[in-house]
C-alpha cells in the first residue's frame, strides 16, 4: 500500500498479508494496528527530545513487583500446604490433594533459565581477541563482564542471566557477527551488554515472574492435553474436562496478554535505552547501520547463503553482506518507515526498526569510544574459523 514518504500520508494502514495474525480476528488486529502504531510514534516522539534513562519505579514496575511477591507467597503456600496434607492424612485422599498441589507448585516455580544443552561455551583461549573486545566493551558500559560467550547459527544476539548463580551469558549468532563490518560488531555487543544495565523489566527476578508463571499456567490449562482418543463414560469426563479447561486457560491467556502489554511498553523504551548505549561505545553511524543491517536480515541472510554454497571465507561472507547493504541503501528511508507500519504491535518486543534507527541519528554525533580495526576483526575471524567451517557445512546441507 503506497505511502507518502514526505509526510508518512497513509503510512499507518493494517496490510494482513503483511504480517501474521495476532488475535486471530481481523478487525480486531486491525483495531489493534492502529493502536500499536500511535503508542510506538508517541514514544518515539517522547524520547526524541529528552534523555533516555534508565526506567524508574513506576506504578507498572511497582505491580509488578507487587505481582511476582504475590505469586511467590502462593506458590510457597502450596508447598507447605501440600506438605502438611501428605504427612498429616497419609495414605487417604486428602495426601493425594496435598501431592497435587506440591506438582502444581512445581510446575508453577520461577523459571531462573539455563543454558540450552547444546550450547557449546567458548573457553577464553579459543577465542582470546574476542574475549578482550567484549570485556572492553563491558567496561567502558561499566556493565557487568559475560560469565560466559556461547556461539549459535542464528541471525541475532542475546544476553540473558540465568541458574541460581546469575551468569551472564552473551549469544551470538555467527551468521549476524560474520555480516557485520568492525563497528557494527562493536555496536552489536553495546546493545546487547546494554541489557545488563538498561532497568528492563521482562528481566528482573520479581518483574519477571508474573510473565513466566501465566505462560506456565497458559500451557498447562491447554485442552489439547486431554486425552481424546477414549470411549464411554472416559469419553464423557474428557470432554467435560476440555471444555472446562478451555475457559480457564481463556482467562488465563487474557491475563497473560495483558501483562504483556503493560510491561512490553516499558520493555520497548529499555531497547531504545540499549540503542543508546551502542551508540555510546561504537558511535552513532555505526549503532544506527546495526539497526539496518538486522532489519534487511532476509535479504543478508540469502546473501549469505549463497556465499557459503560457493565456498567462500568469513571475508567473503562480509563481502556478500556489504553489497546487499549497498544495494538496499538507495531506498534506506523508505524502508524505515515501512518497517514502523510492518513491526508495530502491541506485542513487539522491540521498537519498529525505523524507528530505533531514527532516534540514534535524531541526536548529537556520537564518536566511538571502542574501536575495532579491521585487523583485530579478522583476528577474531580467525580464531572461530573451525566454528565458520561448521556453520558453512550446516548451510550448504540445510
Sequence with gaps: MPWCTACEWNLPVYEPERRRAELGWRWVDRATHRVAYRLATRQFAALSGAAITRPGWGAVRVGMVVAGSIFLAAIAAMVVGGAYLTVAYWPHLPAFLGLLLILVAIGLRPRLGRLDKDSEPLARQQATALFALVEKVADELGTPRPHIIVLDERFNASCSTVGLRRRHVLRLGL???????????????????????????????????????????????????????????????AAIARLLLGVVNRFVWCGYVLTAWITLRDGQKAEYLADQLAARVAGTTAAAGLIDTLAASDGITTALLAAARRGGTANAWRAAADQTRQALAERIDQRRQLSVRDQSSLFATHPPAGLRARLIESRPETPPSVELSEADSDRIDEELAQRYSRLQRNLVHA
Design 175 to 237: 551468521p549476524l557477527w560474520a555480516a557485520l563490518p568492525p563497528q557494527q560488531r562493536v555496536a552489536l555487543l553495546g546493545h546487547e551488554l546494554g541489557h545488563l544495565a538498561n532497568g528492563d523489566m521482562r528481566r528482573g527476578i520479581l518483574t519477571g515472574i508474573p510473565l513466566g508463571t501465566l505462560a506456565a499456567l497458559d500451557d498447562v490449562t491447554r485442552p489439547y492435553h486431554v486425552i481424546r482418543r477414549s470411549h464411554g463414560d472416559i469419553a464423557v469426563a
